[in-house]
């Protein structure tokens, strides 16, 4: 069974850093990977997505990795803004033949202090 | 483009009550999946539909059902509701093997 988990469960970082959020996976036969904003009481807002075959995606100051053999992830947000604060959510796709369900992490709570 | 929609936003039932949570997407997606949020939980998976007149069942299954008669739409139903089924609920959508797109939630809440 796929297990996905986000560490920390919360940051908090002065406005202004660069920083990284974590994602890794038990089983590294994905299909894609998925990054998500979620703010409070709202839904998932959908940021990044890397195929399989990819190494990272980029937007705007938002860069993501994946390296599928260590089944790791990263998020990097450069010069973060208070407008950055929100929960951060990973999720995996494992399969592209008709079960292709997301199977979410926990999620980081990220801080940004003005 | 609306996107994905849910209907309602926000509801509060009585233990024993059914309601059914209505999911519209208007992108011409193939999947469309229910999720609940629970504090401490993340998102995890009730039930799926891979195309019109499909269904499966995913992670938490027990005390729901579904249907898609339309392409467009993903209902959710809850014939009788239990506290244990307070929780923030999430559709969404994707093509095949390609991004999912959620909508916004609804909140319900079993009293």
């Known amino acids: 069974k796929q297990e996905v988990t986000q560490i920390p469960a919360a940051l908090s970082v002065p406005e202004g850093e660069n920083l990284v959020l974590n994602c890794s996976f038990t089983?590294?036969?994905?299909?894609?990977l998925q990054w998500f904003r979620q703010d409070p009481g709202k839904g998932l807002t959908s940021l990044l997505l890397?195929?399989?075959?990819?190494r990272e995606q980029t937007s705007g100051r938002l860069n993501a990795s994946l390296d599928k053999s260590s089944g790791r992830s990263t998020l990097y947000i450069a010069a973060s803004q208070p407008g950055d604060s929100a929960t951060y959510l990973c999720a995996v796709r494992r399969s592209n033949f008709g079960n292709e369900k997301l199977t979410f992490g926990t999620g980081t709570r990220l801080t940004i202090i003005p | 483009n609306a996107g994905v929609t849910q209907t309602p936003k926000f509801r509060v039932l009585k233990t024993g009550q059914s309601m059914t949570l209505l999911c519209a997407q208007d992108m011409n997606h193939e999947y469309m999946y229910w999720y609940r949020q629970d504090p401490g939980m993340g998102l995890r998976l009730i039930h799926y539909s891979v195309g019109e007149g499909t269904t499966a069942k995913g992670e938490v299954p027990d005390g729901y059902n579904v249907s898609r008669l339309k392409k467009q739409n993903f209902l959710l139903g809850l014939e009788s509701a239990a506290p244990s089924q307070t929780s923030v609920y999430f559709c969404?959508?994707?093509?095949?093997?390609?991004?999912?797109?959620f909508g916004q939630g609804t909140r319900l809440t079993v009293v």
């Open positions: 969404a959508s994707s093509p095949r093997g390609v991004e999912a797109f």
């Open positions: 089983d590294s036969a994905i299909y894609n």
């Open positions: 890397i195929q399989s075959s990819q």
